[in-house]
């Protein structure tokens, strides 16, 4: 049990909410409208450009933000495991990234971690790099991947991908994942699509900083399942501030 054990050390679970730059895309200058306009041309719905905007700007990298990332990690004592999990939250974006920058070198500089997102290589890893470019912030040694190969990144883990068992064409949700391997949801207040219009319309960082502890604490119990780890029962997570 404790070499199967071993497969939760030194992994920082991760998860990013996002909103878009602005509340609507009037709010937007000329030159990002009409960029905005470029790339939503293809789009197969019905949707004006304005409620496009409001649905899918927040998951681009350009048009949106990065509001709330949420961390967590195992800890084992004599065999016991627990989980630990925070939500980095701040409005100025720089400054979070700053803080998360800052909690990657320091993890680094001690031991050799890996980080571990749902969907992580399509989504969380790379917008986190190129906020940070955006932002003008240096690249942490664990997210140091622009032009890598899948092969040449061991440091990221993605459950996604851990459950696709080779088949390229399926995304699964997390929701699902858990669901299907007996997870408790953390869907039990808002979920992924009501992020931007809690933020744009109530301002309650903290609500969404709780649903995203939620989910990096449901993605770190789909990785144990996916190990052959079991579950953790509700005390042996902890959410700090």
């Known amino acids: 049990m404790k070499m199967e054990q071993d497969k939760l050390k030194q992994i920082l679970f991760l ?41 899918r700007a927040a998951i681009s990298a350009e048009f949106g933000r990065i509001l709330v990332i949420g961390v967590g990690f195992f800890t084992i004592q004599n065999g016991n495991i627990s989980f630990r999990c925070k939500a980095l939250a701040n409005e100025n974006e720089k400054a979070l990234l700053e803080e998360f920058a ?7 500089s001690k031991e050799n971690w890996r980080l571990c997102a749902h969907n992580g290589k399509e989504f969380d890893f790379p917008y ?6 955006i932002n003008n912030l240096p690249l942490p040694k664990l997210l140091q991947i622009m032009g890598k190969k899948p092969w040449d990144t061991p440091q990221l883990i993605d459950t996604m991908e851990l459950w696709k068992f080779g088949d390229v064409k399926a995304y699964t949700s997390l929701d699902l994942m858990a669901a299907s391997l007996g997870v408790e949801t953390s869907k039990d207040d808002i979920d992924g699509s009501q992020v931007g219009k809690v933020y744009f319309e109530t301002g309650d960082v903290k609500r969404i900083a709780l649903y995203c502890q939620k989910d990096v604490s449901v993605m770190a119990q789909v990785y144990m399942r996916l190990m052959g780890l079991g579950h953790l029962d509700a005390d042996q997570i902890a959410f700090t501030e």
Not at 22 to 39: C, T, V
Not at 102 to 108: A, D, F, K, N, V
Not at 128 to 133: A, I, K
Request: proline share 2%; glycine share 2%; charged share 35%.
């Open 128 to 133: 986190l790099c190129r906020r940070l470019v």
């Open 15 to 55: 998860d990013i909410e996002t909103v878009s730059q602005k509340p609507g895309l009037d709010q937007l200058d000329d030159r990002f409208q009409y960029l905005w306009e470029k790339k939503s041309k293809n789009s197969k719905t019905d949707q004006s450009l304005a409620e496009l905007y409001s649905d």
């Open 102 to 108: 800052t909690l990657l070198e320091q993890l680094t």
